[in-house]
Nanobody, 121 residues
């Protein structure tokens, strides 16, 4: 079974840092694009950052200059380094990945269970 397991969330003060990790495991032929989304209570889920299999990245304007997305293909893991955190960054952060399960089969999309990030002022 393919799973995305997230870790690294927690409670930090404004200006602090957290590093989120998401490891994919199971029967994986190829990891394609991976990304991070977040959702605060009462809000819609929004894209925070995405990284392609080749390492190209895109980040939401609200986190540019503060967050960095990266990946370790050998470990099937994507990271989100969050610096200079603000209270408005408080949300549940979800890992997302497009994963090919077999050669020449279109990829399927998977979600992690989410990890809580809380930033106090």
């Amino acid at each position: 079974q393919v799973q995305l397991v997230e870790s690294g969330g927690g409670l930090v003060q404004a200006g602090g840092s957290l590093r989120l990790s998401c490891a994919a495991s199971g029967s994986i032929y190829r990891l394609n694009a991976m990304g991070w989304y977040r959702q605060a209570p009462g809000n819609q889920r929004e894209l925070v950052a995405v990284i392609t299999s080749g390492g190209n990245t895109n980040l939401a304007d609200s986190v540019k200059g503060r967050f960095t997305i990266s990946r370790d293909n050998a470990k099937n893991t994507v990271y989100l380094q969050m610096d200079s955190l603000k209270p408005e960054d408080t949300a549940v952060y979800y890992c997302n990945a497009d994963i090919s399960l077999r050669f020449y089969v279109p990829p399927k999309n998977f979600w992690g269970q989410g990890t809580q990030v809380t930033v106090s002022s």
